[in-house]
Structure formats: C-alpha cells, structure tokens
C-alpha cells in the first residue's frame, strides 16, 4: 500500500514553514572607502633653449685652384698637394669638365687629375667647377660656340666670358658641366668660378637655377686683357648675397659672391709676391688683435702651373698669414665655409 499522507503533511509543513520565516532584513550599505587620489607635482616651467651664441667675429682665407680645362702634370699636382699638407690648408679644387671632351686630354691624364681631386676632396678638400668656354666643351653642350668677344685673341673659345652667350645658354653650359661632373662621380658641386673673372647678374641666375650656392668670379673694378671687367667692386669687397639684376649690388639672390679679393699667384716668385701679400694682409688688423668683425681672403692659383717657382711664392704668401693664424684670429677654410659664416 502506497503512504501518501506522510509526504503530502512534510509539504504542508515545510510551506507553511517558510511562509512563517520573517523576511530577511535589509542590509545596511557599505561605506567604500575611496583611495585618495597621489597629488602630482606642478608641472614645471620649460627651461627655455638657450640662443647659441654668435661665433667671436674672425679672420677667413680661402685658396682656391682653378683647373682650366687642359692637361696638369703629376709634379705640378704633387707640389699643389705639398703645399696644402704641409701648411695645413684647406683647398677649393675648382674642377673643369671640358678634360672629358676634348681630345687634346689625354682619357688617362684626365683619369689621373680626377683621382689626385678625388683624393683631395677625401681629406676634407672642396670641390667646385670653373668653367672656361672652350669652343669642344660648348659643342658637346649642344650650342653653337662664339668666338667674341675675347680677352686674349685666341681661336680655341678659352678667352670668350661666358657672358658671350645668353642666360638659357648659360644655365645649359653650367647644367652639362655638372652633369659631367656627377657622370664621373663627383656630386654635390655648389660652389663655381667663370673664366677670366667674368660674369654677370644672367650669370649668377643661371647658377642659382643650377643649384650653385657660392660664386667666387668677382674681382675689383678694372680691366681683363682687352677686355673690360663688368665689377665695379673695391679691391677689398667682401661676401655678399647680389642682387637679382645687379651682380654688384646687395640683394636677395640665393647665390653668395664671395670676390676673389685675395690675388692671383700665377706668375709670381718669392719676392714679387710681396706686394700681393702686403695688400691681404692690409685687410685685417693688426696682428695678436682679435678681429673686431669678420673678413674674408680669396686667394686663386692654378694647379696646372704650379711648378718649384710658383710653390716657393705660394707657401711666402699664405706664410705671411702665420702671426694671425698663431694667434688664433684667423684660419684657413673652404668656400663651402664662408658660406656658412656669412649665411
């Protein structure tokens, strides 16, 4: 027989039970304590960035060695390098492209100065361009070549300005040069020197659209064989930005003419640079003073005709600048570093 009622009253029970239970009570809410917030700490002044000072005003000789486009012998080279090595001087290797087009350069000639200008430029020496018009170097450019107006009488186009051809001229002349240039390794060309000091506002346009920073063609006021100079610059002019349609004005054009104020040692000996030294020094003060504000020299000579003589005048001059040089007011230093003193 099967219990019912036992189950059935433990049911009852257990409901009647928990209806009977009093509801649980309401729990009083918990405080949550908060964590007190780190106080940080003020946040600080930026230390402004100090203004560099301005470097002390010096004394500035630059010597640049023109290549004219012919051939340089191994001695002439080794004595140009002597010099540089053993006065301790920097050097602006005023490259000229016409020795890859023409055949009056011999291709290893031509071979060996560019590795001498190679070398050269590894041991901290500038390289720029020089450009004479040499009627080859013009033709492969792709223009017709002029023969006047001319400095000297010739017939081969070395003494035509480059002012002979027009500015669309000019900037292609400069364009296929630096193309050369970089065709052969050498890049990064920014500083340049026109044949016989001659050169114009079209000129320094064209360098500028070629990418060429510092021009170094200016020279004082006078005269080039038969030709008449287009400066009318003081013989001690110093680096200056030129004017867009005036190269011997100040202005905004993006190129700096540092004039080649410093003389010309091609030619000289010993004792007949004296003079050419006495007038350089003459633009600075006096020597174990310090300079009172910057002055630029720049100096030119040739590589190519730079034999025993030619060496024994260049290391009097450049020697002549030793009391200025000890004393710490001047130094020696390349065009691509008067451009940045006189930015």
Known sequence: MTIKYPVCVCAVALVAAACASPAPATSAPVAIASTPRATLPPTPTPTPTPTPSPAPPAYYVAWTLDFEGDAASDAALANTAAIADELGIPMTIMWNPRAWTTPTVPPERAAAMLRWTEARAAKGDEIGMHLH???????????????????AGRVDGYDVPITAYTEDEQRKLVAYGLRLMADHGVSGVRSFRAGGDIADASTLRALVANGIAIDCTAVAAGSFGSLRLPWTLASDAQPYHPSPSDANAPGSLPVLETPTNGGNTYGYTATSIAPIARADLAMLGPPGRAATENRAIVIV????????TERAAIETLLRSFDPYRAGGSLRFVTLRDLARVWH
Not at 134 to 139: G, I, K, N, R, S
């Open 133 to 151: 018009l040499w009627t080859d170097f013009v033709a492969a450019a792709g223009i017709p070549p002029r023969l006047s107006p001319r400095w």
């Open 301 to 308: 000579s040739h590589p190519a005709t730079i034999d025993a």
